[in-house]
């Protein structure tokens, strides 16, 4: 799969998933939607009132689009409390990547956005958050198939082909490569 950073808005860019990290409290679930045409947050608005998402780790809230963006479905996926220590912070961000993978895997997407909260710059540097992201994505893309039988399809036709991580630069990028 390749990795790689846009400067182009989430919104403007056509990605199949569109991954948003969140953090419980600080960044509430309701203002991550901040983007979205107004129609699209409501509906968020509507879903997440009704599955109580809070953004604690590991829970997701799913939005189909209807193609009111390039996007046809944007994944919220809680990272937790921005108070956790780095090395917490770091398994969180590596879990949360290999969700949004998995997420990927489920819908058939093959290019995936990524959009990280600005906090998290508080808690690791982009360096570190490149690492970790790269190796959650390996981890959520792995698949054990030594003794399945031969599929009909390749694997690889259904898998992400691609991650786009929106506003990173270039410290970022160097930790996606040493994690690669």
Known sequence: ????????????TRVDILGIFI??????AKGAADFLPPSLKSEYLDHIER???NAAFKKTALLFTHHKIPSFLVAFIGLGSIKDTREIMLDHLRSASATLLHIAKQYRGKKIGLLLPPELSNVLDDELQGEALAEGAHLGSYRF???KSKPKKKSSDRDPQELVVFGKGKKFLHGL???Y
């Open 1 to 12: 799969m390749k990795i790689y950073c846009a400067s182009a808005p989430p919104i403007q």
């Open 51 to 53: 599955t109580q998402f």
């Open 145 to 147: 198939l030594k003794h």
């Open 23 to 28: 953090f419980a409290g600080l960044t509430s």
């Open 177 to 179: 490569r040493r994690a």
